[in-house]
């Protein structure tokens, strides 16, 4: 089993950036599929930014703004969030694929307020 779990979240003002961590349990350096989805209050979750096989596909409302990134030693996945607007208020999930299976974190709360 893999655990996952967010951490970076909380309040900034519009045009602020903000950078959420996901922590694995174990080694992460094997794992191609990586990245982070959000939902938003009332709305399905989308995806954000996903990396598989050495490349990242990005949202286009996130492109230029947001960047996924990892630190193997570290087996933490980040997401780096640039002049952030009020539209980007969601709960940030991180997703890791290992052996074709999805795993999911709680998720970790990001509020930008205008």
């Known amino acids: 089993q893999v655990q996952l779990v967010e951490s970076g979240g909380g309040l900034v003002q519009a045009g602020g950036s903000l950078r959420l961590s996901c922590a694995a349990s174990g080694s992460i350096a094997s794992i191609n599929v990586m990245g982070w989805y959000r939902q938003a209050p009332g709305k399905q979750r989308e995806l954000v930014g996903i990396t598989r096989g050495g490349y990242t596909n990005y949202a286009d409302s996130v492109k230029g703004r947001f960047t996924v990134s990892r630190d193997n030693a570290k087996n933490t996945v980040y997401l780096q969030m640039n002049s952030l607007k009020p539209e980007d208020t969601a709960v940030y999930y991180c997703?890791?694929?290992?052996?074709?299976?999805?795993?999911w974190g709680k998720g970790t709360l990001v509020t930008v307020s205008s």
């Open positions: 997703k890791l694929q290992r052996f074709g299976i999805d795993y």
